[in-house]
């Protein structure tokens, strides 16, 4: 069975790129006509403008939302012998940054109903030697940071935001919460850059300057190396192009959301709400569905059904990171992490950005539905 119209993307930023061309083209002249093309004011511009959107002390730009998690953890000196708390259903980065410090990363379970740290299975995790927990605000839905502040007292917490730009906890926004938040703007993210480019936000003006001076390689004033950090520092184009972004991503988070209220009107319509689980709202989350993620049987097979079809899915994650070959010596087994074992072989990602037409929802339903029958 094949389908005759245009496919439907899981994404797609060409219809974005209409929406901004005229201010990008600008942004980027006016980078050119200065031939300052790494840090300066658009840099710092930029910082200004997150902070002030995130409601921050300081937020510092960085190259990418890995290097941002691995600034935030130099920053407070994690190394050998220590041991970094974490969930085992993320993005690699999250884990690969405490392997490359030498220090052990532990593993927790999610909540089957946000796919983010369980906190009532962190308690048991802890040991002397944990020195940090990185909580992910997974698929653009925050953790439950009280539960997890109130079963780890005094645990340094850096939060990895990096698909939840624009996400708030009871009214805060994320990156706020803990001691550091750790962002993304990977193009395909909520707030994506033309390339790669990251965050790290804080409270602790300390720690703000530390960060300034991690980016480039922990050096103050020039040539003066206090400690060693990193080349960690944001590319001015990347910055000026988030600069205009940045005031439209309310308007494309709350498309994104109403959106999302589209798809379960038409799940609902379809009779599907008892085959296929739909992303839960949890009370204070603020979801920015980053991802539309349902829960289905038959996984693969409904996405080859939706490959014919022409309809774009993806799986966010296929391979829970304690069952990764590079984390063997770790010690964990299949079987460890049962609630991310199963998110790992039922989730499945939706095309929910915010160009994308109520059209084009509905043939996914529909799609989903001639295959359940």
């Known amino acids: 069975m094949t389908d005759t119209k245009a496919p439907v993307p899981l994404f797609d930023l060409t219809r974005q790129f209409q929406e901004v061309k005229d201010d990008v083209h600008a942004a980027v002249e006016r980078v050119f006509a200065t031939q300052h093309f790494v840090l300066g004011p658009e840099v710092a511009g930029l910082e200004k403008e997150c902070a002030d959107y995130l409601k921050v ?12 998690l691995l600034a935030a953890l130099m920053a407070i000196e994690i190394g050998p012998g220590d041991e970094v708390i974490t969930t085992p259903f993320t993005f690699f980065a999250t884990a690969g940054v405490i392997h490359r410090l030498g ?3 532990v593993f927790v379970d999610i909540d089957p109903r946000d796919y983010n740290l369980d906190p009532g299975k962190l308690a048991a995790a802890i040991t002397p030697r944990t020195r940090a ?12 940071m009280d539960g ?9 917490i850096v939060e990895d935001c990096c ?7 009871h009214g805060t926004p994320v990156g706020g919460l803990g001691v550091m938040g750790c962002f993304s703007f990977f193009p395909t993210k909520n707030l994506g850059a033309f390339g790669d480019g990251g965050l790290v936000t804080t409270n602790d003006e300390a720690l703000g300057e530390k960060l300034v001076d991690m980016r480039v390689h922990g050096m103050r004033p020039k040539y003066v190396h206090h400690f060693v950090g990193g080349n960690f520092r944001l590319d001015a184009l990347q910055a000026a192009i988030l600069r205009v972004k940045l005031p439209r991503l309310d308007g494309w988070i709350a498309k994104r959301r109403a959106g999302a209220a589209h798809y379960r009107r038409l799940f609902t319509d379809a009779g599907l709400l008892d085959t296929v689980i739909l992303p839960e709202e949890l009370p204070g989350r603020g979801h920015t569905f980053h991802q539309y993620v349902v829960r289905v049987p038959r996984r693969d097979a409904l996405r080859e059904h939706l490959t014919r079809l022409g309809l774009g899915s993806e799986v966010y994650y296929p391979i829970s990171l304690h069952e990764q070959e590079c984390f063997a010596d770790l010690g964990y087994r299949k079987g460890d992490f049962l ?6 072989s039922e989730v499945m990602a939706m095309p929910i950005f915010p160009e994308l037409r109520a059209d ?14």
């Open 57 to 68: 002390k300081r937020a510092v730009g960085v190259s990418s939302g890995t290097d941002a």
């Open 360 to 373: 084009e929802r509905e043939r996914m339903v529909e799609g989903i539905k001639s295959f359940f029958g």
């Open 339 to 344: 609630e991310s074992e199963k998110a790992e």
């Open 148 to 156: 997890i502040t109130a079963a780890a007292p005094g645990i340094p």
């Open 133 to 144: 927990i990185i909580p992910v605000h997974l698929y653009g839905q925050a953790v439950d």
């Open 103 to 105: 220090a052990r990363t």
């Open 163 to 169: 698909q939840a730009i624009g996400t708030d906890y």
